[in-house]
């Protein structure tokens, strides 16, 4: 059975989005989008069940027209779509499992990097025709002594590789 739901404002108590789910699905704030999580991390939310024990269909319809009804009101939602629409409850099939258990894309790079390696000529021969004619938007642009002083005073008490005491690979066997 499904439920139609809103999400409030923590501090303010104001309606930011309204949703359709079934489960945790209105608590959860993974899988969200950005509006929705800009939202959140400034004002925090409350959830509000509107309409519950419901099929699919009549949640879907439900969500609609309270979207619909908001929108009317003047009220701004985080919603991307007008609602009724998604994919809800997709069941992967056993063979489409099996070939996700088999994965091993990336699996040869995982945990590897490009530290102590150069790219070819050719590669930087390349880029560099890529960029040719491209000029940098900060070239020409002239910073003040108190911009200077500002930028220096943000770097100060950074941690500095140049004077580091152990490599890379004594921290790493550390580390292990």
């Given at each position: 059975m499904y439920y139609v739901y809103q999400h409030r404002k923590a501090d303010t108590n104001d309606i930011f989005y309204v949703g359709k789910g079934k489960g945790t699905r209105a608590f959860n704030a993974?899988?969200?989008?950005?509006?929705?999580k800009r939202v959140v991390s400034k004002h925090g939310f409350n959830v509000e069940i509107i309409v519950e024990n419901i099929d699919e269909e009549l949640s879907f319809l439900v969500e609609m027209e309270t979207i619909d009804a908001y929108k009317k009101r003047g009220i701004t939602l985080s919603n991307l779509t007008n609602g009724g629409e998604g994919?809800?409850?997709?069941?992967?099939?056993?063979?489409?499992?099996?070939?996700?258990?088999?994965?091993?894309?990336?699996?040869?790079?995982?945990?590897?990097?490009?530290?102590?390696?150069?790219h070819s000529d050719e590669q930087k021969a390349k880029w560099a025709v890529t960029r040719k004619g491209v000029t940098s938007p900060r070239k020409g642009v002239v910073l003040s002594d108190e911009t200077k002083r500002k930028m220096s005073q943000s770097k100060t008490g950074l941690a500095n590789l140049k004077r580091r005491v152990l490599s890379d690979e004594q921290v790493r066997e550390i580390r292990a």
């Open positions: 993974t899988k969200r989008n950005p509006y929705w994919a809800s409850g997709l069941i992967h099939s056993e063979e489409h499992k099996a070939k996700l258990k088999g994965n091993k894309f990336f699996a040869s790079t995982w945990g590897k990097n490009f530290k102590g390696k150069t």
